[in-house]
Every structure is written in C-alpha cells, then in structure tokens.
C-alpha cells in the first residue's frame, strides 16, 4: 500500500533552516509527482510547491520563492523540503503529498505531517 | 495568488443537502477544469473527495458532487451523516502553473 512517512517534530529558531522529508513506499517513486502543503495551528491549507520524483523541476507558490527548495533521492525514495529563514509565522503542520497518476494537480496520498515550531 | 472564497461554515441536519461554495477568478477556477476538493477530519491529513471538477476517487461515496459555473465551483453533499462533519478545502491549478486553496469551510451537522 502507499505510505508517505515523515520525518519528526523540530523546534528552530527564527532565521534558521528546517529540512522535512517524506519517504515513500508501496509504489512507483519515479512515476508520481509530490507536494508540499502546509497548515498553520487552527488554519487553513496554504499550498508550498511541487516536485518531479526526479528533480528535474520544481514550482513553488509566489510566498515561498526563495525560501524553499524541494529536493528529491531516488536512491532512498524520499523527497525533502527545506525552508530558510524561519520566523513564527512558519509555525504550521508540514504535508507531503503524492499526485494521482493521470495529473499531477491532486494530491492522493498525503503523509502524517510533521509539526515545525519557530518560537517567537 | 489570493486564497480562493469558501464561506467559514455551513450547517445542515442528518438528511439533509448542503452546497459549499468556492469562488475564484478566471487566472484559476474559471479558467481551467482542474478543481477539486478535500476533506479533512481534527487532526488528520485531507483526503481527496472530487477531481477534474466532478469526478470521485474510487471508494469515496456518490453523496458527494461537485460543480462548477463560471469562476465559482461548488461541493454538494446529500443526505448528511454526522461523520461527514468536518472542514472541506476546494483546489484550483492557475495560471502560473502553481495551485491554490480555499479558506476553508466548516461543516457542522447538527
């Protein structure tokens, strides 16, 4: 079955770096894209960007631009997500996303999440 | 890319029909058929209830459809269950190649 599992909770502080990754398994890695989708405490969804299984490209959301970098390892089936400059407004529950396999614009399986605090 | 329109919350009894209403702009909803929506129960990860507008994932129940006129797509949900209460987020692909969120909107079934 497909699994999507991600790496635990941190705590940074304000201007460091976080790196989250996602494992996947139960499918294809190179076949699917995957997305980052994060949800701040009580909030809504906020899209972050899209990743080819191969690296080849990347999207991100306007918001994120040149603060992100997705990244994949095809060796170990994991992608990461890596967001700079963190301040409190980072503070947000961090989801991986497998796209479905006609388009890649659904997100189908979606990780456990992982909790990024930035005390302020 | 401004958030997508959803109303904060809708309410309905057990039985009953519900719409949620998810308002863009002709740079996405209006201009592409790729929305969908997902359904995200406290503390779980959204899952994908409605693609390409209209269309369910295998195993995910007819009492949900979707719609769309214009820049506004809609969810409808018949005959409510109380385990359908929960926040539910419409998706649109834009312009820029990217997607965006609604707001989100609560579903309350009394």
């Known amino acids: 079955q497909v699994q999507l599992v991600q790496s635990g909770a941190e705590v940074k502080k304000p201007g460091a770096s976080v790196k989250v990754s996602c494992k996947a398994s139960?499918?294809?890695?190179?076949?699917?894209?995957i997305h980052w989708v994060r949800q701040a405490p009580g909030q809504g969804l906020e899209w972050m960007g899209i990743?080819?299984?191969?690296?080849?490209?990347?999207t991100y959301a306007q918001k994120f631009q040149g603060r992100v970098t997705m990244t994949t390892d095809t060796s170990t089936s994991t992608v990461h997500m890596e967001l700079s400059s963190l301040r409190s407004e980072d503070t947000a529950v961090y989801y991986c996303?497998?796209?479905?396999?006609?388009?890649?614009?659904?997100?189908?399986?979606w990780g456990q999440g992982t909790l990024v605090t930035v005390p302020s | 890319q401004s958030a997508l329109t959803q109303p904060a919350s809708v309410s309905g009894s057990p039985g009953q029909s519900i719409t949620i209403s998810c308002t863009g702009t002709?740079?996405?909803?209006?201009?592409?058929?790729?929305v969908s929506w997902y359904q995200q129960h406290p503390g779980k990860a959204p899952k994908l209830i409605i693609y390409?507008?209209?269309n369910r994932p295998s195993g995910v129940s007819n009492r949900f459809s979707g719609s769309k006129s214009g820049n506004t797509a809609s969810l409808a949900i018949s005959g409510l269950l109380p385990e359908d209460e929960a926040h539910y987020y419409c998706?649109?692909?834009?312009?820029?190649?990217?997607?965006?969120f609604g707001g989100g909107t609560k579903l309350t079934v009394l």
């Open positions: 996303a497998r796209a479905t396999v006609t388009i890649e614009y659904y997100l189908e399986y």
């Open positions: 139960g499918y294809t890695f190179t076949s699917y894209y």
């Open positions: 990743i080819h299984p191969r690296g080849i490209s990347t």
């Open positions: 002709s740079s996405d909803v209006g201009g592409f058929n790729y």
């Open positions: 390409d507008v209209s």
């Open positions: 998706n649109s692909y834009t312009s820029s190649s990217t997607l965006v």
